[in-house]
Each structure stands twice: as C-alpha cells, then as structure tokens.
C-alpha cells in the first residue's frame, strides 16, 4: 500500500531563517507530487507541483521554492522566512497522469516568528 | 484563472439536523472531488463524480453533479458530531487541481 511522510509535524523558525522540508512517498512510483499552503482557517493554495524527478512549476510567486531529487522525495525550502510564510503546509501525491484523488501528508505547522 | 467558491463559508447546526454545502466553479470541470478536513488534521479524500448529473450517496453523505459539470453540492443527512469539520470541493480538468474556499461545519449537541 501507498503511504506519504511528512515531517517535522511543528515548527518554529526565526525571521530570515532557512527552511527545509521533506515529504517521501512509498508504494508508488513516478507520482504527481504537491505543496500546498493553508492559512488559519482558510483554504489550500497550490505552491508548486511536479510530474517528475527536476520538473517543478511554481503557481504563485513566492519566497519558496521546491525541489525533486529523488521520484518519491519532494523538498520545501526557503533561504530566508519571512513573517508571511507562516502556515500549514501540506505534501500530497497522485497517480501519474490526469489529476484525480490526491493523498495527503499529516501537514508540517509552520510559525515563523 | 479558474475560481472555485462554496458557499456557505460556515454552518453551525444542531446533531440531527442536515447540511448542505455548494460548490461553483467558473468553468466547465472534467470532475469534481470532494474532501473532509478535520480540524488540526489533512484533507482525506471522500469521493470523485465524473458524469453529468450524477448521484452518489455513502450512508448519510449524497454528492451531486451539476449538469452542466460546473457546479455541486454534498448534502449531508442527520449530522453527527462526527461529521464536524471543514468540506472542499476540488474541481478537476485535464490539467490541474483546484480547491475551493471550503465550508467549516460545526455540530453541537
């Protein structure tokens, strides 16, 4: 069976601090991969996607950016944080091809203070 | 850009009564999926219509269709404190994802 990893859970970062995190699919391969924002109590913003290892595309300019070393591994980083990029962030995979059921990570809480 | 809104934005209702939810997209959809957020929890998938005008119903949950596949709803019957939680509809076409604005529900006793 498939499963998503995303860590940590909770984080808290100082302004203009760097960021790293990872989220890692198992059970599959050559999945769509995605990050997604959410706000307190608001809805979930597409940050990037990617269809394979090195190709990402970026919906909304951004501090972030997104990388794919691996065809299960997919990274969120920001070289400096800002107070914006505060949220919850959510991996998500789906099956390679025409988007359909997305399957999401456990979030990572992110508080940059 | 492709915008997708539910409305309402929240309901508060009592264990018992029902709910609906209705979702709006600005185009024309390959499909529609719906999700259930619980709170401090990730999006799980509830289920995906394809068809024009389609139905689906899991137990007390019924999904709809529009028929022109530009709008939904998901009614839910006698609510439970279970069912509290935020609902997105995802509209689907060829190439992308998108979330709509979600409908929190809360459900007291």
């Known amino acids: 069976s498939q499963t998503i990893h995303q860590w940590p859970a909770t984080l808290v970062q100082p302004v203009g601090s760097p960021l790293s995190l990872e989220c890692t699919v198992e059970?599959?391969?050559?999945?769509?991969l995605y990050w997604y924002r959410q706000a307190a109590g608001r809805g979930l913003q597409l940050l990037f996607y990617?269809?394979?290892?090195?190709?990402i595309s970026s919906e909304v300019p951004q501090n972030l950016s997104a990388s794919r070393p691996q065809d299960r591994q997919f990274i969120l980083s920001s070289k400096k944080l800002l107070l914006s990029d505060s949220g919850f962030y959510l991996c998500?995979?789906?099956?390679?091809?025409?988007?359909?059921?997305?399957?999401f990570g456990s979030g990572t809480q992110l508080s940059v203070l | 850009g492709q915008q997708v809104m539910q409305i309402p934005q929240y309901q508060h209702v009592q264990e018992g009564e029902d709910f609906t939810t209705y979702c709006n997209s600005s185009?024309?959809?390959?499909?529609i999926q719906w999700y259930k957020q619980r709170p401090g929890g990730h999006p799980v998938f509830l289920i995906q219509l394809v068809k024009s005008g389609e139905v689906k119903k899991q137990k007390r949950l019924t999904f709809q269709f529009g028929e022109a596949k530009k709008n939904s709803s998901l009614h839910i019957t006698a609510t439970q404190t279970t069912d509290v939680g935020t609902y997105f509809c995802?509209?689907?076409?060829?190439?992308?994802?998108?979330f709509g604005t979600g409908t929190r529900l809360q459900v007291t006793l």
């Open positions: 990617s269809i394979g290892i090195g190709q």
């Open positions: 995802v509209a689907g076409t060829a190439s992308k994802l998108t």
């Open positions: 998500a995979w789906g099956r390679n091809g025409t988007p359909g059921k997305l399957f």
């Open positions: 185009t024309t959809l390959s499909n």
């Open positions: 059970g599959t391969s050559n999945p769509n």
